[in-house]
Structures are given as C-alpha cells and as structure tokens.
C-alpha cells in the first residue's frame, strides 16, 4: 500500500501538468500511471478499453495499446528461466529469443527452438505478480469498502463484487498449469481437425 501511494505521489505533478497544459497528453498519463502501479491497474485499463460509453476516443486508444503493447520486463525472463532451468536454458532450447514476441499485464510470450528443431512458444511468468496482485486488491477493497460507505450511489455499483471478479480473473492468468490445462482440453475437443498442436509446461521440458 504504501508503495502504491509513493507511486501515485510522484505522478500526479506529471498528471496535473498534463491536466493543465496539454490535456491531449493526459491520457497516456494515465497508462503510464498505470504501467507503474503494476498488473491489475494495467487490466483495469484493458478493460476499460472497449468501453466507449465511459471514456472519449483519446483514452480509449491510450488504453488500447496495453493490450498488447505491455513493456517488457528484463526481470522476467532471467527470473523465470533460472526458476525452470538452473542448468541453463541452452540444455533445453537450441535457440532463445529474448525479445518478447508478446508482452502483458501478467505475463510476456517468447518464441524458442528446440533441439529436435520443434518451435515453441515460451510463456513467462511476471516476477511477484501474484504477490502484487493480491496486496494491490486488498488495497481497492479498503478504497471500495469506503467509497460504498460515504456515496449511496457508489454502494449501488456494488464495486466489491466488480472488484472480486477482476481479481479472481488475474489471479487465475497467474496459474500457468492451470491455463496449460485448459489449452490441452481446447486441443482435444478439435482433434479432429487433424492439425497436430503439442502443449507443454516449462518444468516439463527436461532435456
């Protein structure tokens, strides 16, 4: 928490310039805001991307571009990387790209080679983003909780529940067995379009 309130300290000056004197730059303010404060800012943002009934055009495509368009984190890949192979990653791939092909609030995807010359697609997890999602939501929750409490309006939005459903979805984006499974329950039910597609986690791929 404390974290999260020195972050919003040291924007606001950027955000209030912005606010006061280029009000066209305000909404990549407000990603950039969101790109510090961590993962579930940068999905709430996704999310509100495609509501065009509660931002203007300027926010939405602001918003838009964290879609997709997450900066990397070099962090990731070494601390993701030594976790699954601390004899190295060359004894598992014959070619790495360390460049993300795809970066998100939660995780970045790399595309990889192994030694048998199959390509695979590498997904990383973000280093402590289960950790800093659930310390970010305890967090909203105090902010909802108390925003209910002072607006009858706010408690009708029933921001809890918004709050609980946001947070069960990130959460789950952190499990990669669990999206793992789901992608070899997806191949089986459309086997027989007779494409081969072979899903494997990371600790599986021993050399």
Sequence with gaps: ?????????????????RGLLRREALPEGVRDLALALGPIYVKMLQVLSTRQDVFPEPYLKAFAGLRDDVPADPR?????????????VERVFAEFE???????????????VRHDGRRVA????????????ESNFRFLHRL?????????????????????ELQRLLLTQTD???????????????????RECEVRLMGELRP
Excluded: Y
């Excluded at 601390?79 to 190295?88: E, Q």
């Excluded at 993300?100 to 995807?109: A, D, K, N, T």
């Excluded at 590498?122 to 999602?133: D, E, S, T, W």
């Design 98 to 112: 360390t460049t993300p092909i795809g970066s998100g609030s939660v995780c970045e995807v790399h595309r990889a």
């Design 76 to 88: 990731t890949l070494d601390h993701a990387l030594s976790r699954a192979f601390p004899d190295g």
């Design 122 to 133: 590498v997904k990383l997890l973000r280093p402590g983003a289960r950790r800093r999602i």
């Design 176 to 194: 990669l067995v669990h999206e793992a499974g789901n992608i070899r329950r997806f191949r089986d039910a459309f086997a027989e379009i007779g």
């Design 1 to 17: 928490m404390i974290r999260t309130f020195a972050i919003v300290f040291l924007h606001l000056p950027g955000l209030a310039w």
């Design 144 to 164: 909802a909780w108390l925003a209910g409490a002072s607006s009858r309006n706010l408690r009708a939005l029933n921001l809890q529940g918004i709050l609980e």
